[in-house]
């Protein structure tokens, strides 16, 4: 069955450092692949996907993400963060063989930004 | 666009009682997809409609759960004889209907739901 792992439950980080939030799926063909960011008392909003292509991808507020297939992981990335970044991630699986685009999510990563 | 939109966005109820939840999807939006949340969580989905067809339900989704997508449009997700573990955040989201695996869901705030 397909699977997420966000192995981070929590990660603290200060203003203005790098942040790479981890993320392994289990799947056995190429899946689609998400990162979800949600703020308290908001919906989840898209930050970026991968489908094919370059496996680097640019997504939404400065943030980027890898594919890497040898290691089944899709970290998300980003140089110098924000405090308004401070928020729950969440990776996402989409089997490439549905046909119906339901998702498969990782439990989360909470993101706390020090001053 | 008004974006996708939930009601009420939050309940308290007792156990035993019914709940109905209401997801009004971005205009046009051909798929419709229920998620619940609980703490600490990633959402889990429950149930998909493509117009007004419900084409897959997860085993989630008790026969106290029931959900609806008359016209294509709105959508309601009733659940009855409300237990303590139903309290979650329930979710909708939708998606163009362009492609299922590649479209971007677009989620609503939720719904949070609390059995007393």
């Known amino acids: 069955a397909q699977s997420v792992t966000q192995p981070d439950i929590h990660i603290t980080v200060s203003e203005g450092a790098s942040l790479e939030l981890r993320c392994n799926y289990s799947?056995?063909?190429?899946?689609?692949l998400f990162w979800y960011v949600q703020s308290p008392g908001q919906g989840l909003q898209l930050l970026l996907k991968?489908?094919?292509?370059?496996?680097l991808v640019q997504g939404i507020k400065g943030f980027e993400a890898e594919f890497k297939r040898s290691q089944s992981s899709f970290n998300l990335r980003k140089p110098s963060v924000h405090w308004s970044d401070a928020a729950e991630y969440f990776c996402?699986?989409?089997?490439?063989?549905?046909?119906?685009?339901?998702?498969?999510f990782g439990q989360g990563t909470t993101l706390q930004v020090k001053p | 666009d008004t974006g996708v939109s939930q009601d009420p966005r939050h309940k308290i109820t007792k156990r035993g009682q019914n709940v109905t939840f209401r997801c009004d999807p971005i205009?046009?939006?051909?798929?419709l997809y229920w998620y619940r949340q609980t703490l600490g969580q990633g959402p889990e989905f429950l149930t998909y409609f493509q117009n007004e067809a419900q084409l897959e339900k997860s085993r989630l989704l008790s026969d106290r759960f029931s959900a609806e997508r008359p016209k294509g449009s709105f959508s309601t997700l009733e659940i009855q004889r409300t237990e303590q573990g139903d309290s979650a955040m329930y979710l909708c989201?939708?998606?163009?209907?362009?492609?299922?695996?590649?479209?971007?869901?677009?989620f609503g705030p939720g719904t949070r739901l609390t059995v007393l």
């Open positions: 799947y056995g063909a190429t899946p689609y």
């Open positions: 205009s046009e939006h051909n798929r």
């Open positions: 996402a699986v989409a089997p490439g063989s549905s046909n119906t685009g339901k998702l498969i």
């Open positions: 991968y489908f094919s292509g370059d496996t």
């Open positions: 989201a939708s998606s163009p209907g362009t492609s299922a695996s590649t479209d971007t869901q677009y």
